[in-house]
């Protein structure tokens, strides 16, 4: 059985094919990776795709690879080193860059640091992933044994974009993330949640506020919720155009007091009935609050399962 909690991760050929299957059949994941108390680190990232141009660049990688693999060792007097290899669709290296002094390391890092005080899979907020530069989440949870330390899968904010757009209902309707403190997590598009990041040409350190937005619509949606004033769906208007608007609490395992949003502008709504118009988007919300726990739970559960133990060869029942 192929072992991912233990530095001989890097020279496993099981361990790798896990993680591929698991990087092909997940699209949510960007990157699956293992770090170690004494700063090795093992990552294998999808790089395929028109998103990740940019990052194929950055890395120097061959046109056709689809997977790079970052692998930092340590020798006995603690001196680390990086490499990279990179692997087409069908795993097979294409292409490698030369050793050189590692400067990433993975133990000072927030996601590294918070799972090793914690016993569970622990989520973070928003920020800037170090090699790829996008901004997304990252689940990650310690093991222990000789050489304890932490797995861990970024979801790039893209991803989660790419969720909260699929799930319209009317042409213009919106579905976000927020948290109680006016943070703005996930948006449907991408680009502009990219654009709220920067600051006079600097990436943030935490998440944009939804003032940054600029958006009347989702600020209207915001201000009756923090206001305490809505109650249920709300109806509402902006700029001459009527919406209703629904908030509710994603479950904490999810998301730290982080909140769905879903706003839906009247007149694209056929049946003008109000109890249709207020059904469809509870429906609607009822679909979110279900798919995106779901969404959350299929990273959760496979880092559950790795940590625990309880690996099977690729192609067994339970890796389906």
Known sequence: MPELTSPAIKEDPRAMSLILRVLRIYPQFLSLYVGFD?????????????????????LHAPQDAVFANEIISAD????????WVFLGEDGMVVGRLDPAPAEFDPRPRPWYDSAKR????????????ATSGEAGVTLSRSFKGQMPGVMGADLAAIDLARFLRDQHITPTSTAFIFTKAGEVIALPDADRFVKALRTNGQMRVTPPKIRDLNDPVIAGLVAAYEDGHMSGTRFYEVAGRSWVGRVIDIPPRYGRDQLLAIMVPLDEIEKPIAEIRNQTLLYSIAFLVFALPLYVTIVVAWIDRRVEGRIRWPGSRDDN
Do not use: C, P, W
């Open 38 to 58: 004494n700063g090795e680190f093992f990552m294998v990232t999808h790089i395929a795709g028109e998103n990740s141009a940019a990052l194929r660049d950055a």
């Open 76 to 83: 006995t007097l603690g001196d680390r080193k990086t490499r």
């Open 118 to 129: 914690s016993d569970a899979v622990e989520q973070s907020g928003v920020y800037i992933f």
